[in-house]
């Protein structure tokens, strides 16, 4: 079963940067999709950036365009999101999705535990 961890979140005054880091275990064989999710209380769960597989541009919402950049490192299963001139609108739980192909268990998909971020205006 693949494990995801997130890793970076923090509190910051608005304007800030932070840069949260996911890390993909258990039998990793191969990574398709990676993606950010972030949750705002009393929001539903909404998709921040998001990258393919097949090494395609990133997709990301548009409200993160030209301030967040996602990056993977496929050598290492790891997912990183450097988040710049960052809001009080960005303030949420930060959420590591993948989908995964392991041995033993073949195609699964995972979520990490969350890491949360704050920007304080």
């Known amino acids: 079963q693949v494990q995801l961890v997130e890793s970076g979140g923090g509190l910051v005054q608005a304007g800030g940067s932070l840069r949260l880091s996911c890390v993909a275990s258990g039998n990793v064989q191969r990574i398709n999709e990676m993606a950010w999710f972030r949750q705002a209380p009393g929001k539903q769960r909404e998709l921040v950036a998001a990258t393919s597989g097949s090494g395609a541009p990133a997709n990301y919402a548009d409200s993160v365009k030209g301030r967040f950049t996602v990056s993977r490192d496929r050598a290492k299963n790891t997912m990183s999101l450097q988040m710049n001139s960052l809001e009080p609108e960005d303030t949420a739980g930060y959420y590591c999705?993948?989908?995964?192909?392991?041995?033993?268990?073949?195609?699964?998909?995972?979520w990490g535990q969350g890491t949360q971020v704050i920007a304080s205006s």
């Open positions: 999705y993948a989908r995964v192909f392991a041995a033993g268990t073949g195609w699964d998909e995972g």
